[in-house]
């Protein structure tokens, strides 16, 4: 991953998923923070779990944090 925040967490849309960019493209919506964990591990972050993505300063969450998943 390349810059200081390399993941980016979209607002909810009305189904309450939440694309999700890493490192400039987007890699799919997400409906939890699992989706998120697994979204990175794709990237290369295979240790990653949800933990790991709430406390993560590789995110930046738009529209909520990640506990705002319903539009």
Request: glycine share 12%; aromatic share 8%; charged share 30%.
């Amino acid at each position: 991953m390349t810059s200081d925040r390399p993941v980016v967490v979209y607002p909810p849309d009305e189904e309450g998923g939440r694309r999700v960019r890493v490192d400039g493209q987007i890699s799919g919506r997400a409906y939890s923070a699992r989706d998120v964990a697994a979204f990175l591990q794709e990237a290369g972050l295979q240790d990653y779990d949800e933990m790991d993505v709430v406390r993560s300063s590789l995110i930046e969450w738009r529209g909520g944090g990640p506990d705002a998943w319903a539009r």
